[in-house]
């Protein structure tokens, strides 16, 4: 019987020490302690150092399994006490899984293993045109560890990030496991962005009469600055408007066809210039428009949303991207339509819902459309079909005085990384619609059946923007003599000949002479290629002036001045000959009422 007993616990000691024990994450408590290190090359050294500690007696660990999500690792290296522990490198549609074999068992309650795995990736740093861009992936079931640290060292030559996302207290670039649960890390480094591109408009004239039509291009924003360094064939005029966009006029004969060919360059800032709207103005952002409907139930919703912020958290927690929609050319459907069917969004939908909710409560909001780069689809889609555009709104800020751009859409695909704080220099508006909702039509839409397929946008890096100066032609319309009791019209018309816009200024107008002797008259921004004219008047001086003035206008540093003759026009040429007539008139009437009166006075 002692024999048999001692087979049999012989056997179970076996059994137990071949078999490899199941345990589940309650049984063990998971530390982390990350550092990636960005040299300036881009590629990032990453070490992770672990501690696995366990809360049972029952269990141990034996192996573990890291999901890096990353795609490209290269110099991989794991090693716990005992020494190097690394078993696989196995690729998933999520990135890259190492597998880890332990030296060493730790068995008991609080018992550790402590290990360190390193490798280097190319997928964490990249310098994108004159941005350098870091991204660490979020850890999923952040409840499963706990702790994790994450500690990002850069090159002295990158400087202060521009921004951090999530945003921190300080700019020391280290992370708790909550913030890379909510969305993973997303840093900037560098000034300003600088894009060059090129832009193809097919336009034809189906109709049998001429035709006047235009065309939209990337214009000067409170974000960006555009220069035009060419447009073939020239438009014949360049109009800015109400929105700020900027609408190149051409004239089609019947059956006419051309394609506008237009080259320019673009410089992206991170932080919006002040632009001051009025009251009456921002009203305009407020009103109902097709696609941004106004009904009860969302007006319902906007009362209980109420701030821009709210009403960006709500449309990126309760829409979901449908990425068939994006291949499938479907129409758009607008807010209301989005809000009753809210799992089959693309970026106009995520618009236009933020634009109707925010209009509902009283915040002017308005749509942008245009490029914005992206490396990877999945997570920041594009989704207006043609050429591959995008669409997002920005709302006008009151307390800062400008509009604001926010991405509810890549707020909602990336997992919650935070675009209404601070977007990025990845977006390049090509037109803005406030005024209408789908109108002015963006570069890359104006096809034609015959070139329907060619690729009409092209944007790449630039190192530089050339900051053109801003230059002007200047004329000045005025009469050469004007009749004493009548006012004095004039006319200043400019003409845009620089590659940049003009800015919105003001000329002066004086006159001894004249009342009133001294006025300013404002006028608006002037894109590359327009001009404007801009009217002005002098009071009417009383009948019995007779005088030269002179009017003279300053502009800049150019001062422009022009004699007139006021005079009465009894005085004039054609009071003269005006006052023969009369004469003339008054002595023929005067002898046939007289032989009228001798015939009346014989019979």
């Known amino acids: 019987m002692k024999k048999f007993l001692f087979i049999a616990y012989c056997l179970l000691l076996i059994a137990y020490c071949l078999c490899t024990p199941v345990y589940a994450s309650e049984n063990f408590t ?58 696989s490198l196995d690729k998933t549609s999520e990135g890259q899984t190492v597998s880890l074999k332990f030296n060493k068992k730790a068995v008991g309650i609080g018992k550790a293993i402590q290990f360190t795995l390193s490798f280097d990736t190319q997928n964490i740093a990249y310098k994108q045109g004159e941005i350098w861009e870091i991204n660490i992936p979020k850890i999923e079931n952040q409840n499963n560890f706990s702790n994790f640290m994450v500690h990002v060292q850069v090159p002295p030559s990158f400087g202060n990030p521009i921004y951090i996302k999530p945003q921190q207290q300080t700019t020391t670039l280290d992370f708790t496991k909550e913030q890379l649960g909510k969305s993973g890390i997303s840093l900037a480094f560098g000034d300003k962005q600088y894009y060059h591109f090129s832009l193809l408009y097919h336009l034809k004239n189906t109709y049998i009469f001429p035709i006047r039509t235009e065309i939209a291009l990337p214009p000067s924003t409170n974000y960006q600055q555009i220069s035009i360094d060419d447009i073939s064939p020239k438009p014949v005029n360049m109009r800015r408007d109400s929105d700020g966009n900027w609408l190149a006029q051409y004239a089609l004969l019947p059956s006419k066809k051309i394609t ?120 920041r889609p594009l989704s207006l079909v043609k050429d591959i555009l995008h669409a997002w709104p920005e709302y006008y800020d009151r307390g800062k005085q400008t509009w604001i751009m926010v991405d509810p859409t890549w707020g909602n695909t990336t997992g919650g990384l935070d675009y209404f704080h601070t977007l990025d220099f990845d977006h390049f508006a090509f037109v803005i619609r406030g005024e209408k909702s789908d109108y002015p039509i963006p570069a890359g839409g104006y096809k034609l059946e015959s070139v329907d397929n060619t690729k009409d946008v092209t944007i790449t890096f630039a190192k530089i923007f050339d900051q053109a100066t801003p230059t002007i032609d200047s004329f000045v319309t005025l009469p050469k003599f004007v009749f004493s009791g009548l006012p004095i019209n004039g006319a200043m018309e400019l003409k845009n000949t620089g590659k940049v816009a003009y800015p919105a200024g003001s000329f002066l107008a004086n006159s001894r002479d004249l009342l009133p002797k001294e006025q300013t008259v404002f006028f608006d921004s002037i894109p590359p290629y327009g001009s404007i004219q801009i009217p002005f008047k002098f009071s009417k001086m009383p009948l019995s002036t007779n005088k030269k003035a002179t009017i003279t206008i300053h502009i800049g540093e150019h001062t422009i001045s022009q004699e007139i003759d006021i005079s009465p026009i009894f005085l004039t040429r054609f009071g003269l000959i005006g006052g023969v007539f009369l004469a003339i008139c008054a002595i023929v009437i005067s002898i046939f009422a007289k032989r009228a009166w001798r015939l009346l006075f014989f019979r």
């Open 30 to 87: 998971t530390a982390y302690d990350t550092t990636y290190t960005v040299k300036e090359t881009g590629i990032t050294h990453a070490v992770f150092q672990v501690t696995l500690t366990n809360t049972s007696s029952q269990y141990y660990a034996s192996s573990y399994k890291i999901n890096l999500g990353l795609t490209d690792i290269t110099n991989i290296d794991a090693f716990d006490a005992g020494g190097k522990i690394l078993s």
């Open 260 to 379: 506008v060919t237009v080259s320019g360059q673009a410089q992206i800032s991170l932080f919006p210039k002040e632009e001051i709207l009025s009251e009456t103005e921002l009203l305009a952002y407020t009103k109902e428009k097709p696609y941004w409907e106004t009904n009860e139930k969302i007006k319902k919703l906007a009362r209980a949303l109420k701030t821009p912020y709210e009403i960006y958290a709500y449309v990126v927690k309760n829409l979901t991207y449908d990425f068939s929609r994006v291949t499938n050319n479907n129409p758009r459907i607008g807010a209301y339509s989005v809000l009753e069917n809210p799992t089959s969004a693309v970026c106009l939908e995520f618009t236009d819902l933020f634009i109707a909710l925010a209009r509902s409560a009283g915040i002017p909001a308005r749509s942008v459309a245009g490029f914005a780069y992206t490396q990877n689809t999945r997570q």
